[in-house]
């Protein structure tokens, strides 16, 4: 079936670092991905998505490139804040199915 | 925008009572509904896909009797823990998504809640 395989943390950054969080997916046909983040006692909510191979998605300075040859879907920012501090959902959603399939989330603290 | 509701935020009852949890559509016609459950440091489970109108569909594993969930207008899902347990003390997320005929609309969640079970 599909899945979702992330890195999981938990990670802490200094502000200002660089960050990537690797995502990698096996699916069945052209899946959509997206990122998801979940702030402290929030739910979720989307930071961006891609839908076909190539797509780059962005979304408040952090980006990911949709590729198909290396089944992956890394999420980069070059400069965080201690504003991003959350935990970061890769996610899944197969060609005419409805569900989202999650990875594990990582959890990510950014210090002033 | 997208806003979906979920009440209440949090929730604290006695063992062997049955709690529900609503999920609202605010400013869109939800086809489809989601719920979640989420346990500590753990990834989001999907439990049941419920379709307006229609009886959900549960995921491998999920008791339909404990979890019962309604979906009887396009912008209102409910669901029920009944006879509530402390294992069943987690945090329930739901989402809902604009038209499943479009698989590139995102699903857009609630903010959750948490279920404390004594």
């Known amino acids: 079936g599909d899945s979702v395989t992330q890195m999981e943390g938990p990670v802490t950054l200094s502000e200002e670092a660089c960050l990537t969080i690797?995502?990698?997916?096996?699916?069945?046909?052209?899946?959509?991905l997206f990122w998801y983040v979940q702030y402290p006692g929030e739910g979720l909510q989307l930071l961006l998505k891609?839908?076909?191979?190539?797509d780059k998605g962005s979304n408040k300075g952090f980006e990911a490139t949709y590729r198909k040859e290396t089944t992956s879907f890394h999420l980069e920012k070059g400069s965080v804040q201690v504003s991003d501090s959350a935990v970061y959902f890769c996610?899944?959603?197969?060609?005419?199915?409805?569900?989202?399939?999650f990875g594990k989330g990582m959890k990510l603290t950014v210090n002033p | 925008g997208a806003v979906v509701s979920q009440h209440p935020s949090w929730v604290i009852c006695k063992s062997g009572t049955s709690v529900k949890i609503e999920c609202r559509s605010l400013?869109?016609?939800?086809?489809?509904m989601f719920w979640y459950r989420q346990f500590p440091k753990q990834s989001l489970m999907l439990m049941a896909t419920s379709n307006e109108g229609s009886k959900a569909t549960y995921e491998q594993g999920v008791e339909k009797d404990k979890f019962l969930i309604n979906h009887a207008s396009l912008t209102l899902s409910t669901l029920t823990v009944t006879s509530a347990h402390p294992e069943d003390s987690s945090f329930y997320i739901c989402?809902?998504?604009?038209?499943?005929?479009?698989?590139?609309?995102?699903?857009?969640f609630g903010d959750g809640t948490r279920l404390s079970i004594l």
């Open positions: 996610a899944l959603r197969s060609g005419g199915s409805e569900k989202l399939v």
């Open positions: 989402s809902a998504t604009k038209t499943w005929t479009d698989s590139n609309q995102p699903q857009h």
């Open positions: 690797n995502c990698t997916y096996t699916a069945t046909g052209y899946p959509s």
């Open positions: 400013d869109f016609q939800a086809t489809t």
């Open positions: 891609a839908t076909k191979a190539d």
